[in-house]
């Protein structure tokens, strides 16, 4: 059974950082795709970050650039995202998710991942 747990979320004020954690258990780590996404009440689910595989090939929501960092340690089965410079407007519920290999082209595309977490709580006080 694959499990996906986040850890790390909270309440910051703006301008703090956060590093968000996700342990995955139940699949070969090694061989999947590993997402961020978030979801703002009252929005759609928007991509943050991705990184395929090894984890040299991160990518990013293009707004998000420069102050989110993701990386993962396979040996840990475990995908990070460090935040920085956090704003009220990154206030959100953040998901991991993991996806069996897919072209590059659906990394942002929460259809391409077959597993998620059940999300953590970032909240941003301006």
């Known amino acids: 059974q694959v499990q996906l747990v986040e850890s790390g979320g909270g309440l910051v004020q703006a301008g703090d950082s956060l590093r968000l954690s996700c342990a995955a258990s139940?699949?070969?780590?090694?061989?999947?795709?590993m997402g961020w996404f978030r979801q703002a009440p009252g929005k759609e689910r928007e991509f943050v970050a991705a990184?395929?595989?090894?984890?040299?090939?991160?990518y990013y929501a293009d707004s998000l650039k420069g102050r989110f960092t993701i990386s993962r340690d396979n040996a840990a089965n475990t995908v990070y995202l460090q935040m920085n410079a956090l704003k009220a407007e990154d206030t959100a519920v953040y998901y991991c998710?993991?996806?069996?290999?897919?072209?590059?082209?659906?990394?942002?595309?929460?259809?391409?991942?077959?597993?998620w977490g059940q999300g953590t709580q970032v909240t941003v006080s301006s």
């Open positions: 998710a993991a996806g069996r290999p897919f072209p590059s082209s659906g990394i942002s595309r929460g259809n391409q991942y077959d597993y």
């Open positions: 139940g699949l070969t780590f090694s061989r999947y795709a």
């Open positions: 990184n395929r595989f090894s984890g040299n090939m991160p």
